[in-house]
Structure formats: structure tokens, C-alpha cells
């Protein structure tokens, strides 16, 4: 999603805006150690983590009698996602100080990398996922916990159309390492080559989880199925290429090499929440799982205030997956990070990344995707080029 019918997309920010508050809320990180609120959210973490795992484990049976080989295999599978999930949070916590990234700079800013339209070095990703059939059911708008157990899913779209770049917002990056919150970033594969330091920062730390944005926004309701499908494997190929990079240069940081990221991106969001039969066939085919959301943060105007932070807190339930975007182009995403995530936490939340939160319950799907009534964007098929991207 790159913006709102009512946003103010194409405002730039001013320096004075970027400095705005940008602070740690842990002064512990400042001063390079750690405070106790940090502690006792990475211990309360974990516990969350391992008490979870444990009820999973509880919930097996101890024979294969009476479930499907299916079934059981299911279980298996959400069993070794959990474990991994706590090996990861594990290793984050024990490496922050060096995955920590360096602060925001004058070359994240909106429109500071120069526009560059061509594809991919390479345009075949080498990793082909097994098809999944499920994409035909529709987007994943949240998950249904059984148990009610507050958990929910803090993703951060980060778009750019083939026309412009944008920037990128590391306060939330850094907040969120801070705090050991765990995202989930869809980022335009275009964007990623434009960000390639960027990214190759936050691949380093396995907090963080990346899905597939398409490669320069294009807008699923309106592309052709060859254009889908180069939107689609453009973005694969080129996060392929980056995480072969960071491997390659592993040995010389020292990191990396005991939990490197997955090999292929799972996940697939809708630009602007379009989609259409075809495409759902062609995630299908692709492998991919489409999620969307079911809380958008952001609106247009400046969303740093407490009283959005309410809004947004108002429709959150177990199983909610929030929107954001980290690429400075809503105003204050930054701020109202910090309130929403701070305001969950006050209310026994935890956050998980997507890759988690579908292993948790059962997946909610629609046909197409929406903001937040059925409909309310497809006014935007009229805007940004003949297929969204601008062109
Ligand atoms: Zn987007």
C-alpha cells in the first residue's frame, strides 16, 4: 500500500521534521547498555514465546492414533516455525549490539537515491517455492486465535512506484530492535535495490521478517499476467541477490552465518490492497501467501498523536495484523509506532511476525482486499499511471 485516498504523499519532509523527537525511549540503548524496562520486556518476551511453545507442544497427541498423518504433519510444521521464532529472538537479543543499525541519515530521506528503472541483474529467482493452493481462497486479512491469547503482528510496507524513489524510516528500525519487537517489512523489490545497504542491515537480524511488495507498486486489478508475474519474481530474484551478498560477506562480519535469512520470500502484499482472480492464481502458482491486514495505522495528515494511537489501539484484537509503512511517506509513522506498540504492550500484547502469527490460528480470508470497508480502494485503480506504478 503506498497511500491512502486522503494522503499527502508527495509533501517532503523538512530536516526539522526528521530530528522531531527522534529519541530512544530506552535510555539504556542510548548509553550503550541495557535499561531494566528492556530486560523485563525481553524476558516477558520470551516467556510468551516459550509458554506458547509449550501449550503447542501440550496440544499433540502422543500417538498418531485418531489424527491425520496430515494433521500431525501440521502441527510439526507450526511446532518447528515456534521453535525457530525463539532461536531467532534468542540470537537477536544476544547480538543487538552489533545487528543494531546506524542511525537515519541524510541518504534515507524521500527522493535522496537517485531513481534507477532497470529490472533486476537477474530476473529468475533460483529458488522456486512449492505451489500454494490456499492463495485461491483469497488474502489473509488477520488470523482467529483459538485461545484469545493477545498476540498480534506489526508489518511496515515499504513502496516506491517506478517513478520516484522514497526514503527509508530508520527510528522505527532501531526502536523496535531496541524494544526486541519483532516486524514483518514488505518491501517493492525496487525499493530494495535502490536500499540495498538498507536492507542488507536488516537481513542481518532475524527480529525482523521480509515479504514481497511487487516491483514497483503495481496494481494487481489492473497489470497483465505477464506483468504480474515480473512484478512478482523481479522482487523475488532481487532479494535472492541481496541475501547472496550478505552471505558472502558473513565470514568477514561475523554474523549471520549460524541464522541466515530464509532462502526465498513467502509472503506477498498487494499494492494499494488490489488483487484479482488471476493474481491469486499466479501467487498460487508462485508459492506465495497473500496477506493484508485488518487495522491500518496510518491516515493521511500527521499521524503522530495520541488520539490516532487510540484509534488505531480501538480496533486491535488477538490475531490483528497492523499496518504501517517505515518508508517516510506517511507523516509520523514513527511516532505512532511508539504509542500504538507502547499502548498493546500496557495491554499484554506481544507482537510476533506474520510468519508466526498465521502458524497461531486459523487464517480469516476475503476474495479481495480493502482498507477498511469492501471497495473503499479501488478508486485508487484511477490514480498512478495505467498500471499503478506510476508510468
Ligand atoms: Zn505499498
Given at each position: 500500500m503506498l497511500q491512502r485516498p486522503n494522503d499527502?504523499?508527495?509533501?517532503?519532509?523538512?530536516?526539522?521534521?526528521?530530528?522531531?523527537?527522534?529519541?530512544?525511549?530506552?535510555?539504556?540503548?542510548?548509553?550503550?547498555?541495557?535499561?531494566?524496562?528492556?530486560?523485563?520486556?525481553?524476558?516477558?518476551?520470551?516467556?510468551?514465546?516459550?509458554?506458547?511453545?509449550?501449550?503447542?507442544?501440550?496440544?499433540?497427541?502422543?500417538?498418531?492414533s485418531g489424527f491425520g498423518s496430515t494433521a500431525l504433519a501440521a502441527?510439526?510444521?507450526?511446532?518447528?516455525?515456534?521453535?525457530?521464532?525463539?532461536?531467532?529472538?534468542?540470537?537477536?537479543?544476544?547480538?543487538?549490539?552489533?545487528?543494531?543499525?546506524?542511525?537515519?541519515?541524510?541518504?534515507d530521506?524521500?527522493?535522496?537515491?537517485?531513481?534507477?528503472?532497470?529490472?533486476?541483474?537477474?530476473?529468475?529467482?533460483?529458488?522456486k517455492l512449492p505451489p500454494n493452493p490456499s492463495a485461491l481462497e483469497?488474502?489473509?486479512?488477520?488470523?482467529?486465535?483459538?485461545?484469545?491469547?493477545?498476540?498480534?503482528?506489526?508489518?511496515?510496507?515499504?513502496?516506491?512506484?517506478?517513478?520516484?524513489?522514497?526514503?527509508?524510516?530508520?527510528?522505527?528500525?532501531?526502536?523496535?530492535?531496541?524494544?526486541?519487537?519483532?516486524?514483518?517489512?514488505?518491501?517493492?523489490?525496487?525499493?530494495?535495490?535502490?536500499?540495498?545497504?538498507?536492507?542488507?542491515q536488516i537481513l542481518r537480524d532475524?527480529?525482523?521478517?521480509?515479504?514481497?511488495?511487487?516491483?514497483?507498486?503495481?496494481?494487481?486489478?489492473?497489470?497483465?499476467?505477464?506483468?504480474?508475474?515480473?512484478?512478482?519474481?523481479?522482487?523475488?530474484s532481487q532479494y535472492e541477490l541481496l541475501r547472496e551478498e550478505n552471505i558472502e560477506n558473513a565470514g568477514r562480519s561475523g554474523l549471520g552465518e549460524s541464522l541466515p535469512p530464509p532462502e526465498a520470500l513467502r509472503l506477498f502484499r498487494f499494492p494499494y490492497g488490489r488483487s484479482s482472480e488471476q493474481a491469486l492464481q499466479l501467487l498460487k502458482e508462485t508459492g506465495l501467501e497473500p496477506i493484508q491486514w485488518d487495522v491500518v495505522a496510518e491516515t493521511g495528515g500527521n499521524n503522530a498523536s495520541v488520539s490516532r494511537a487510540?484509534?488505531?489501539?480501538?480496533?486491535?484484537?488477538?490475531?490483528?495484523?497492523l499496518l504501517f509503512h517505515a518508508n517516510l511517506v506517511p507523516r509520523g509513522s514513527f511516532q505512532?509506532?511508539?504509542?500504538?506498540?507502547?499502548?498493546?504492550?500496557?495491554?499484554?500484547?506481544?507482537f510476533v511476525t506474520v510468519g508466526e502469527l498465521l502458524a497461531l490460528g486459523t487464517l480469516e480470508r476475503v476474495r479481495d482486499g480493502y482498507f477498511e470497508k469492501p471497495g473503499d480502494n479501488a478508486e485508487l485503480d484511477k490514480r498512478f499511471g495505467t498500471e499503478g506504478t506510476g508510468r
Open positions: 499527502t504523499a508527495h509533501e517532503d519532509f523538512s530536516e526539522d521534521s526528521l530530528r522531531e523527537s527522534r529519541t530512544d525511549s530506552c535510555e539504556g540503548a542510548q548509553a550503550g547498555r541495557t535499561c531494566k524496562p528492556c530486560l523485563m520486556h525481553r524476558r516477558s518476551f520470551l516467556a510468551g514465546s516459550l509458554g506458547l511453545m509449550a501449550g503447542l507442544f501440550c496440544d499433540l497427541p502422543m500417538t498418531a502441527e510439526q510444521e507450526k511446532a518447528d516455525i515456534l521453535a525457530d521464532y525463539a532461536a531467532r529472538l534468542q540470537y537477536h537479543m544476544e547480538n543487538n549490539g552489533d545487528l543494531r543499525l546506524p542511525a537515519l541519515s541524510a541518504r530521506r524521500r527522493r535522496a537515491i537517485p531513481n534507477d528503472k532497470r529490472p533486476p541483474a537477474r530476473r529468475t529467482p533460483v529458488t483469497g488474502v489473509v486479512r488477520r488470523v482467529h486465535i483459538e485461545n484469545g491469547e493477545k498476540v498480534c503482528a506489526l508489518t511496515f510496507d515499504m513502496c516506491e512506484l517506478a517513478t520516484t524513489t522514497t526514503g527509508f524510516d530508520a527510528d522505527i528500525v532501531i526502536w523496535l530492535q531496541d524494544n526486541n519487537i519483532p516486524a514483518t517489512f514488505f518491501m517493492g523489490g525496487k525499493w530494495m535495490r535502490t536500499h540495498e545497504r538498507r536492507v542488507r532475524p527480529l525482523f521478517e521480509i515479504g514481497n511488495h511487487a516491483w514497483a507498486h503495481g496494481n494487481f486489478a489492473l497489470l497483465t499476467p505477464e506483468r504480474m508475474r515480473e512484478e512478482i519474481l523481479d522482487t523475488q487510540r484509534q488505531v489501539m480501538a480496533k486491535v484484537q488477538p490475531g490483528s495484523i505512532l509506532l511508539r504509542y500504538v506498540a507502547t499502548g498493546l504492550q500496557r495491554k499484554d500484547y506481544r
